[in-house]
């Protein structure tokens, strides 16, 4: 019930859209109601003898008075049975005219509300999600958000409006309908009802196992999304290692589970129809019979009976439909609860509310007894204490898995340390807001991520306000003009999916160039070098050298020979800062560093060689 309440909270800010909804959907089933009324002055008028012909609306009975009230106004006494037909015919399709009217206008409401609620479920679950911390990405699989946040979402936006809204048009069919029943024959209504305990009873039980099923179905679509999604983005690795027929075997493994999970709910599903259908006919069998009975005796006019046999009917498919309402609404049930799983996911990086702007540091930067792991207790980086001025050029280097990079992402406050603090002037990192933190912080990483714009808004990306000089300026300083200017529409030019038409070097010169335009005071290189050839990287270095100017820098660092004029150098090994210092002094000193660089040399080419 709580879930129920939490899905209406959306249709909270819509209430005049929604009552107005609710209004047009009443007004159409009573008018859809009263059109089968309308079929007992004609079957009386058809069956009269002789030219004219009399409708008797004389009786005190309810459906008499509201058939005085409209049909009762255009029939005159002695009129011929052919104008009293085409009389009743007319009121019969005016009111086929109102209930389609409103039928559009009501339409109209529905789409009008259901867009607006999903447009507010999509925003609130995106928003969420960007401000999850990293952890929750690295235990996440991209597919099952991108999941949640299409067909859970698609699933939610069924349930909250069109299955809504046909639930208020079937609820009032069958009540206007049972109204009229009631009218015509208060014992035949009730032989009509016997069957129904029974079928919700069965219903019930089959809907429980429906949601299990459901929510089974879901999440094995996720796992079909990511595995497609790892092998567009891998296609290159998947080619090189000839792998295409083991990942469709993968893949195939995937669609064949989704298959059978979904074909078995499907069939639980579908028993629902062929079940209730059943039951209608054997409730529909006992009218007949009773209501026979009824009219034989006298005790119930056959053009009633005809008119209760048709409301019966038209009552069939609004029943049938509420019938299977449970077993329909259970993917939006259960989409609706993943959904809610992720936006009931805590932000964990959350700003204190007396939480100041980040403006830079003046004395020194301090990571102080700094420990870290990422929950399952295995530590990344154990007593880590370093000092870094402002202006100093500090890298890291040290084996993989050494804990470099989270060193640099607690620094952007990516995480927060699980033991010890760091500090900017003695202040703990943590009284600062996130944002403004990062905002004067400029990464580039080996992995260069570029989004499906203009290099121009890549270049200003979160900048909306820089000028095309600034733009312009920025890719000059980032070796980046010569080779825009060559593209189709040189800064306008939209850069294709991870802008795959770039090569890395190129792309690593237009990050370069975003992080000039923003001009940090704090500067963080990992591995942004790594993956280049010799000439992207004379390139992207002399770019950085531009960007290095007046900084403090911390560079993650693949090639030693990049990094022999750092301030300081730190060696990091199992998460545990092992050496410190300069290049000429980490290598007279021996040690970890001694051995990477002697490694390192050991495997590069001799000049001239082949």
Aim: aromatic share 8%.
């Amino acid at each position: 019930m709580i879930l129920y309440w939490r899905l209406l909270r959306y249709i909270r800010p819509y209430v005049p859209l929604s009552l107005a909804g609710f209004v047009a959907t009443l007004v159409f089933t009573a008018l859809d109601a009263f059109s089968f009324v309308m079929l007992l002055p004609f079957l009386e008028t058809l069956l009269q003898g002789g030219e004219t012909a009399t409708v008797d609306f004389s009786g005190g009975g309810k459906l008499n008075t509201l058939l005085r009230a409209t049909v009762g106004r255009v029939i005159a006494p002695g009129m011929t049975k052919q104008d009293l037909l085409l009389a009743i015919i007319a009121v019969i399709l005016v009111v086929f005219l109102l209930k389609n009217l409103v039928d559009y206008i009501r339409q109209v409401l529905v789409v009008k509300l259901e867009q607006a609620v999903v447009r507010d479920i999509r925003n609130q679950v995106y928003n969420h999600l960007v401000e999850l911390d990293l952890r929750f990405y690295h235990r996440t699989k991209a597919g099952q958000i991108i999941q949640r946040l299409t067909t859970d979402i698609d699933q939610l936006r069924m349930l909250l409006t069109k299955h809504l809204f046909t639930f208020l048009t079937s609820t009032f069919q069958v009540v206007f309908s049972f109204v009229v029943l009631l009218v015509i024959s208060p014992s035949l209504t009730a032989i009509a009802l016997v069957a129904m305990p029974a079928l919700f009873a069965v219903l019930g039980r089959l809907l429980r196992r429906l949601r299990r099923g459901d929510r089974k179905v879901m999440a094995l679509g996720g796992e079909v999304t990511s595995h497609l999604q790892e092998t567009v983005l891998g296609i290159r690795q998947v080619k090189a290692a000839a792998a295409e027929a083991f990942e469709g075997q993968r893949y195939g493994r995937l669609t064949q589970q989704y298959f059978r999970a979904h074909l078995r709910n499907e069939k639980r599903r579908a028993l629902a129809g062929p079940f209730s259908e059943m039951i209608g006919a054997i409730g529909t069998a006992v009218v007949l019979w009773y209501g026979g009975r009824l009219v034989f005796t006298g005790a119930l006019d056959g053009g009633e009976f005809f008119l209760f046999l048709a409301m019966t009917m038209k009552l069939y498919q609004p029943a049938k439909w509420l019938s299977r309402f449970p077993s329909m609404v259970g993917p939006g049930i259960v989409g609706a609860e993943r959904i809610f799983e992720f936006l009931d996911t805590p932000v964990e990086i959350e700003d204190a509310p007396d939480a100041r702007s980040f403006t830079g540091f003046e004395d020194a930067l301090r990571l102080e007894a700094v420990s870290f792991h990422y929950g399952n207790g295995v530590p990344v980086l154990q007593d880590v204490a370093i000092e870094v001025r402002p202006g100093q050029v500090v890298a890291l280097v040290g084996p993989s898995g050494a804990g470099k990079t989270t060193l640099v992402d607690l620094i952007a406050r990516f995480y927060d340390p699980t033991g010890g603090r760091i500090t900017m002037d003695g202040t703990d990192l943590r009284a600062f807001g996130a944002r403004s933190l990062r905002a004067r912080i400029g990464m580039v990483t080996q992995e260069t991520i570029l989004f499906h714009d203009t290099v121009r808004n890549n270049i200003a990306y979160a900048l909306p306000d820089a000028s095309p000089a600034a733009i312009e300026a920025a890719a000059r300083a980032a070796n980046a003009h010569e080779f825009i200017m060559r593209l189709p529409e040189g800064y306008d030019t939209v850069l294709g999916e991870r802008a795959m038409r770039l090569s890395g070097g190129q792309r690593q010169r237009i990050a370069i160039a975003r992080a000039i335009l923003r001009n940090p005071p704090i500067l963080i290189f990992d591995e942004a070098t790594s993956a280049l050839d010799s000439e992207a990287e004379r390139l992207v270095q002399e770019a950085i050298q531009r960007l290095l100017q007046g900084r403090t820098v911390f560079v993650i660092a693949h090639r030693l020979s990049t990094i022999r004029h750092a301030d300081q150098i730190l060696v990091l090994d199992e998460g545990r800062v092992v050496q410190r210092g300069t290049h000429e002094q980490l290598l007279a000193e021996g040690g970890l560093y001694a051995k990477l660089h002697r490694l390192q040399y050991a495997a590069e080419p001799v000049p001239g060689s082949r």
